[in-house]
C-alpha cells in the first residue's frame, strides 16, 4: 500500500528566504505526482504537476522535482512571500488513478 | 460557471438521516473524485469514476453510495449517516494522467 509522508509538518520562514518541502512516497511505481496548496477553509489548488518520466516542472517561483527510484519529491519555493503562506500538500497517482496524499507541510511566510 | 463546483457547502444533518452531495463539472474530464478530509487522517479517497456508468472504490468506501449518469455529474449519498461522518468533503476530477482540479469543499456535520 503506497504511503506518502511530508515533512517538515510545519515551518516558519522570514520573507524572502528560499525554502523546500519534502514528500516521500514508499512504492515508487507512480503515474504522477501532484502538488497543491490549501488555504485556511477553502479547496485545493493545483501547483504542478510531474509525469513519472520527467524529473522536474517549473511554475513562476516553484519548482518541483521528482526522482521515482529513491521515491522523493521537493517543492522549491523561491523568494518567498507571505502570501505563500498555506497548507502545501503532494499526492502521488498510481496507474489505477489511486491519489494518495501526504499529510501536508504548513507555511507561514511573516513580513 | 466554469469549473467544478459542490452543494451544498454547509449542511448539517441527524445520525440516520440519508444525505446526498452534489459534484457538478464543466470540463466534461472523465475522471470524477471524492475525498474526506478529517484532522489526523489527512486527505483519503472514497470513491472514483472513470467515466459515466463506471464507478470504482478508494480507500474508504463503506458507508458512502455513488452514481454517475452523467459525465458532469458525481453525487456522492450517505445512506445512513453517522457521526464518523462528520467531515469535509471535496469533489475533483481530471483526465486521466493530468491534474486534478477540486471543488471548495462541503462541510458536513453529523449529530
Known amino acids: 500500500k503506497q504511503e506518502v509522508t511530508q515533512i517538515p509538518a510545519a515551518l516558519s520562514v522570514p520573507e524572502g528566504e528560499n525554502l523546500v518541502l519534502n514528500c516521500s512516497f514508499t512504492?515508487?511505481?507512480?503515474?504522477?505526482l501532484q502538488w497543491f496548496r490549501q488555504d485556511p477553509g477553502k479547496g485545493l489548488t493545483s501547483l504542478l504537476l510531474?509525469?513519472?518520466?520527467?524529473r522536474e516542472q517549473t511554475s513562476g517561483r516553484l519548482n518541483a522535482s521528482l526522482d521515482k527510484s529513491s521515491g522523493r519529491s521537493t517543492l522549491y519555493i523561491a523568494a518567498s512571500q507571505p502570501g505563500d503562506s498555506a497548507t502545501y500538500l503532494c499526492a502521488v497517482n498510481d496507474y489505477g488513478q489511486n491519489f494518495v496524499f501526504g499529510p501536508g507541510t504548513r507555511l507561514s511566510v511573516l513580513p | 460557471d466554469a469549473g467544478i463546483t459542490q452543494s451544498p457547502r454547509y449542511k448539517i444533518t441527524e445520525t440516520g438521516r440519508q444525505v446526498t452531495l452534489m459534484c457538478h463539472q464543466t470540463w466534461s474530464h472523465s475522471y470524477m473524485f471524492w475525498y474526506r478530509q478529517d484532522l489526523g487522517h489527512g486527505l483519503r479517497l472514497i470513491y472514483y469514476s472513470a467515466a459515466a456508468d463506471i464507478t470504482d472504490k478508494g480507500e474508504v468506501p463503506d458507508g458512502y453510495v455513488v452514481s454517475r449518469s452523467k459525465t458532469e455529474n458525481f453525487p456522492l449519498t450517505l445512506e445512513s449517516a453517522t457521526r464518523s461522518q462528520t467531515s469535509v468533503y471535496f469533489c475533483?476530477?481530471?483526465?486521466?494522467?493530468?491534474?486534478?482540479?477540486f471543488g471548495p469543499g462541503t462541510r458536513l456535520t453529523v449529530l
Open positions: 510531474i509525469q513519472s518520466s520527467q
Open positions: 512504492d515508487s511505481a507512480i503515474y504522477n
Open positions: 475533483a476530477s481530471s483526465e486521466r494522467g493530468n491534474e486534478q482540479f
